[in-house]
């Protein structure tokens, strides 16, 4: 246990979750058996060839629209174990932004969304997806032609290294019409620092984005800084004089 706790204290916020995992492979091993730290350290380091792991994979979900490619992780180490991985809920979820956000769903009785913020993106499919539809000629129908900008958020460096490839490389994105970016959003910052970097969000993607269940607090408390209404801009000093001078004098 206490070579245990010395590795914990030795890991960044970003690899915390894998302590978990390590546990229970420890817990797995008899305790008359000493475990050598070189292989734990092994465990917690990224391959000395960061392709290692790495394919790219094609994602098929609409025949009215290009493949997604994407490149994805499928070995162990270096935190990518979740993050570079397209879990089945990604990909329900890009069928369910197809199948049943058609004839301007996504816009309610008061406004379209804008800005879209992906959760945990990982690989970054459903974010990458609705980047796809609202860039192309039907997104108008899809989306009421509402979607500027999606926003790919996770916190491990090599799952937004990831992020950036993904969307800058293989993605057949049409930048002249929509922005796709890429962001780090720690879960565990203060909500106001959250809300304030992320202000003109309307819409929020996420699917299989938590499985610790000490994480959960944490997530709810950054949906909670997401959903809160952006502050209405300032009244402008002139706004009485501008007000008067376009309506002319009120009648007697």
Known sequence: SALVSAMIRRLTRQQAYRCKLLKAILAAIPSNVEVDERLLEFYLQPSPDESDGWSTSTYDISA???PLHLSVFSGIGGGNETGGRVWP???ALGAYLLARHRGDALATEHRR???ALELGAGPGLPGLLLA??????????IFGGGIERVVLTDIVPTTLDNLWHNTTTLAPLTSRTL???VAALDWYQPPAQTAAAHA?????????CVYDPDIVEPLLATLGAL???????????????????ETGPLPP
Do not use: F
């Open 132 to 141: 796809n539809v609202a860039a192309s000629e039907e997104g108008t129908s």
């Open 179 to 181: 922005r796709c970016t």
């Open 89 to 91: 809920a990604a990909l």
């Open 227 to 245: 959903l809160q209404p952006a502050p209405p801009p300032p009244p402008s000093s002139d706004s009485g004089q501008s007000s008067a001078a």
């Open 200 to 208: 003109d969000v309307d819409l929020i993607l996420a699917a299989d």
């Open 64 to 66: 009215a629209l290009p």
């Open 113 to 115: 969304p804008r800005v």
